[in-house]
């Protein structure tokens, strides 16, 4: 079992910067993915990015150029750098950990960005 740990939303202004969080414990192999994907109202998950451990990234177009992912291996922990913010970014951001098949998610954390 994977436990994930989020911190960072909140409310911002539009053209803002937020940065998220997420800490995984547990049953952590060397081999695994951690990413962020986000839920808007009334709308499917999407992915926003996604990190390997080797350091391989992957961006949704939405994100690209404004987002950046990062991961600590240390600490198990992956951060997602928001920049240039937009009222259409708001969401619940949920973050993903994968390793061996399995799909782990964190509790979600809302991100707000006000015009």
């Known amino acids: 079992q994977v436990q994930l740990v989020e911190s960072g939303g909140g409310l911002v202004l539009a053209g803002g910067s937020l940065r998220l969080s997420c800490a995984a414990s547990g049953s952590i192999f060397s081999i695994n993915v951690m990413g962020w994907y986000r839920q808007a109202p009334g709308k499917q998950r999407e992915l926003v990015a996604r990190?390997?451990?080797?350091?391989?990234?992957v961006y949704a177009d939405s994100a690209k150029g404004r987002f950046t992912i990062s991961r600590d291996n240390v600490k198990n922990t992956v951060y997602l750098q928001m920049n240039s913010l937009k009222p259409e970014d708001t969401a619940v951001y949920y973050c993903?950990?994968?390793?061996?098949?399995?799909?782990?998610w964190g509790q979600g954390t809302q991100v707000t960005v006000s015009s």
């Open positions: 990190i390997g451990s080797g350091g391989g990234t």
């Open positions: 993903n950990f994968f390793q061996r098949s399995y799909d782990y």
